[in-house]
């Protein structure tokens, strides 16, 4: 298994930037991509970036150019480096685990972008 603890939401200007962390522990070994997706009221989940286990990291279009995906394998972390926020980034984020065909989900952090 696998357990997933985000942390670093919360409310900014637009404009704004905002880094949130995802803290993975359990069985590290097997995880294939890591990744966050987010999820506002009355939408669906969406993805948002993915980075796996060899380093090759993918964006939706809407975050290409602000938002920076990374990870730090000796902290088994890794992290959402959110830049430019506009107030349609505002969700819950909610980070994602691949390992042996499963998913893992975090609890999710609140992103809050407004003036």
């Known amino acids: 298994q696998v357990r997933l603890v985000e942390s670093g939401g919360g409310l900014v200007q637009p404009g704004g930037s905002l880094r949130l962390s995802c803290a993975a522990s359990?069985?590290?070994?097997?995880?294939?991509?890591m990744g966050w997706y987010r999820q506002s009221p009355g939408k669906q989940r969406e993805f948002v970036a993915r980075?796996?286990?060899?380093?090759?990291?993918n964006y939706v279009n809407s975050v290409k150019g602000r938002f920076t995906i990374s990870r730090d394998n000796a902290r088994n972390t890794v992290y959402l480096q959110m830049n430019s926020l506009k107030p349609e980034d505002t969700a819950v984020y909610y980070c994602?685990?691949?390992?042996?065909?499963?998913?893992?989900w975090g609890q999710g952090t609140q992103v809050t972008v407004s003036s």
């Open positions: 980075i796996t286990s060899g380093g090759s990291t």
């Open positions: 359990g069985s590290i070994s097997n995880i294939k991509s």
């Open positions: 994602h685990a691949d390992y042996l065909g499963f998913d893992s």
